[in-house]
Nanobody, 115 residues
Framework: QGQLVESGGGLVQAGGSLSLSCAAF????????MGWYRQAPGKQRELVAV???????NYSDSVQGRFTISRDNAKNTVRLQMNSLKPEDTAVYYC?????????WGQGTQVTVSS
């Protein structure tokens, strides 16, 4: 436990921005695909964005064009820049690291967007 630690969540008004950060206490971080997921109350956890080991990115349709995921292997961090936030973005956001059979999750950070 404790391999991934998220920070940066909070309360923001609709249209605002937040930046989430994930500190990865893992060896060989460059081998892991890194992603952000979210889970709203009463809903299943869903993929928000993922960045591969090679740096290519993928986003859910709901955040495409508004969110940006990036990774810094030298600093063992992954960031999620969230712009033009909407109330429907309200959720607990989780960092994920995946490599082969290894699958790590952070404890989550709450993002609340008020209308």
């Amino acid at each position: 436990q404790g391999q991934l630690v998220e920070s940066g969540g909070g309360l923001v008004q609709a249209g605002g921005s937040l930046s989430l950060s994930c500190a990865a206490f893992l060896n060989f971080i460059s081998h892991f695909a890194m992603g952000w997921y979210r889970q709203a109350p009463g809903k299943q956890r869903e993929l928000v964005a993922v960045v591969s080991t090679g740096g290519s990115t993928n986003y859910s349709d709901s955040v495409q064009g508004r969110f940006t995921i990036s990774r810094d292997n030298a600093k063992n961090t992954v960031r999620l820049q969230m712009n033009s936030l909407k109330p429907e973005d309200t959720a607990v956001y989780y960092c994920n690291a995946r490599w082969g059979g290894l699958d790590y999750w952070g404890q989550g950070t709450q993002v609340t967007v008020s209308s």
